[in-house]
């Protein structure tokens, strides 16, 4: 069974410009976490969904942003970014939202804002 | 969810058994414990996870004191590829709606050749 794949891997942009990254989840996975890893805040919860709609979020402003499609696949938006937003962004993927499935991790997205 | 507090780096031989020790004194009873690692700039990955018996899979073996406030995960034979960050998280299984993960800063394990 294939993994989760995140696209692309790495992605260069500079602050005021927006940016769209792409997951993939396990086959059969409903449910799609994002994650926030710097060298200073460590990984952080950015927002979950599961069946297309938006489930928990973390303490994330409103510039990070995200939806997920019918077949599961999930993307996130960051708009107007800052040198702060340098990071990698982990998706994550799960059966369903419930707490006690396991999630899986995709490679990551390494963003670096210049 | 419960907070962990872990050691922030050990070095362990290649070959011998590498004991990753994670506090969690303020666990409740619906409460299990979950370890993760992340291998330099990938995503992590699920390694174990128990309530209160002791757990054993292909990977490691999780020892969960009888109080459960503390944990142990073993590597039984530490190799060079088992270096990485190790997360203890501590989280419901009930269901409760919120998937999330609380990682907190890991120990980082160091294998020596």
């Known amino acids: 069974k294939a993994g989760v794949t995140q696209t692309p891997r790495y992605l260069i942009k500079t602050r005021g410009q927006q940016v769209t990254l792409s997951c993939s989840p396990i086959s059969g996975h409903r449910s799609v976490s994002w994650y926030q890893q710097t060298p200073g805040q460590g990984l952080q919860f950015l927002f979950e969904y599961f069946s297309e709609t938006q489930r928990n979020k973390g303490n994330f402003p409103g510039r990070f942003s995200g939806r997920q499609f019918s077949n599961s696949r999930s993307e996130m938006n960051v708009s107007t970014l800052e040198l702060g937003d340098s990071a990698l962004y982990l998706c994550?993927?799960?059966?369903?939202?419930?707490?006690?499935?396991?999630?899986?991790f995709g490679p990551g997205t390494r963003l670096t804002v210049l | 969810d419960a907070k962990t507090t872990q050691p922030p780096s050990m070095d362990c031989a290649e070959g011998r058994a590498a004991n990753l020790p994670c506090n969690h004194s303020t666990i409740s009873g619906n409460e299990y414990v979950y370890w993760y690692r992340q291998i330099h700039s990938q995503g992590p990955q699920y390694i174990i996870h128990?309530?209160?018996n002791n757990e054993t899979n292909e990977m490691a073996s999780l020892i969960i004191t009888e109080d459960r406030k503390s944990s142990t995960l073993i590597l039984p034979h530490a190799t060079l590829r088992d270096t990485a960050v190790y997360y203890c998280?501590?989280?419901?299984?009930?269901?409760?709606?919120?998937?999330?993960?609380?990682f907190g800063t890991g120990t980082r394990l160091t294998v020596i050749p």
């Open positions: 994550a993927s799960s059966l369903s939202i419930q707490s006690y499935n396991e999630q899986f």
């Open positions: 128990g309530l209160k």
């Open positions: 998280i501590v989280r419901s299984r009930e269901g409760t709606g919120e998937n999330n993960l609380f």
